[in-house]
Every structure is written in C-alpha cells, then in structure tokens.
C-alpha cells in the first residue's frame, strides 16, 4: 500500500462498531439480543419472528430501527436508548491506536449507525475518548442508515467534510459503497476480504495498517 495513496487525505473518518474495536470483543451481540426482545415486546411477536424481521429490516433498510420506523412507525429515541444500554466491560484500552489515529493529519471523526451517546461511551472504553474531533450517531442523520447516500451527506454537510480530501474505515462493505460514489478513499476493516469496485484497501488489522500507513 503506497503511502502517498493517502497523502491527499484530510479528513479521516472512523466507523465504530468492529472498527475501533476488534469483533472478538463482541459487543454487537448484545446489542442483537436487545433488538430481538425490543422487537418481539414493542410489536407483540414470538422470539424467533422478532429475530427474523431484526434481521430481514437490516439487509433490506441497512439497520433494523429503519425497518421498524418505516414499517412500524416505532418511535426511534426509546428504541436507541434501550438497544445500546450493554455490558462495556469487555473493552480494553489501545493506547498505540489512539497515538496512530492522533497522527493522522487533519480532521478525525467518528460516524456510526449506533447512537452518539453509545459511540461515546465505546470510545472511552477504548481510550479514544480525546482522539477525535467529532463523533455523530444515527440521529444527526435524522435517523437515516448507512448505506445511504443521504445518510453520508447529511453528516459530511454538518462536519463541513470535503469528501475528495476523505477517507472511510469501515467493516461494513457495503457502508462504503457512497463514500466512494462521493470520491473518498475506502478501507474494509474485517477479516475477510471482498473483491468489490468501491473498496480500495482491505485490513483485518487496523492498527497495523495504520502503522504502515504512517
């Protein structure tokens, strides 16, 4: 990977979810848990429909609250409240990825589909708490997921991001479908690889790709 592939780059932006922390921590899947029996009590169905249309609402609308708001006009403040009220104690403090990510030249910020709150919180977990200049949930976005191209402009019209000075870490392949539509430099952060147009570096290691990045 050339260095100078990201020497244009000034504004760098971060997923959060099995992107700042690695999926072995596993805090997803409580988050998962909790959408099921939010699912199954708010609308009255059985587990197993519950955990269905959790599932079928995130393929079809990128997450399962726009499935539920869409469908269901489930209000989405108690719903977010409920579903990112976990267990942190699984993650641990990386001081090198919060010195790599400091680094970086020019703007950081964090751009999650979880809630600014939750982002927060994950990031103190980890260490990160100061390391960036911005962090925005699914509710700066008027409630709009990724992957939506409208979801991705509203938050970058907000930081003031110039999209074609950009880059995007996410472990969502297809959350990187607009910002590379939109001209930014794309990393897929997971373990596996996928051959797709609109992702210019694969890593299933962050950290170590920051390291040869700086």
Known sequence: MPRNAFSHVEYWVFDLDNTLYPPSVRLFDQI???????VAESLGVPHA???RMR?????QYGTTLAGLMREHDVDPTPYLTTVHDIDMSALQIDRHLADQISALPGRKIVYTNG?????????????LGSTFDAVY????ANFLPKPERRAFETIFAID??????????????????????????????????IDADHIHHHTDDLSAFLDRLL
């Not at 599932?55 to 393929?59: D, R, S």
């Not at 949930?137 to 700066?140: H, I, L, S």
Request: glycine share 8%.
């Open 115 to 127: 809630t600014a709150p939750y982002a927060q919180r994950v990031l103190e977990g980890r260490g």
């Open 160 to 193: 003031g991001l110039a999209t074609q000075k950009a880059a995007m870490f996410e472990d969502e392949h297809r959350n990187l479908q607009a910002p590379h539509a939109m001209g930014m430099k794309t990393v897929h952060v997971a373990k596996d690889s």
């Open 32 to 38: 998962e848990v909790r959408m099921t029996k939010y």
């Open 55 to 59: 599932l079928n609402y995130w393929q």
């Open 137 to 140: 949930g699914v509710e700066n």
């Open 49 to 51: 429909e519950a955990d």
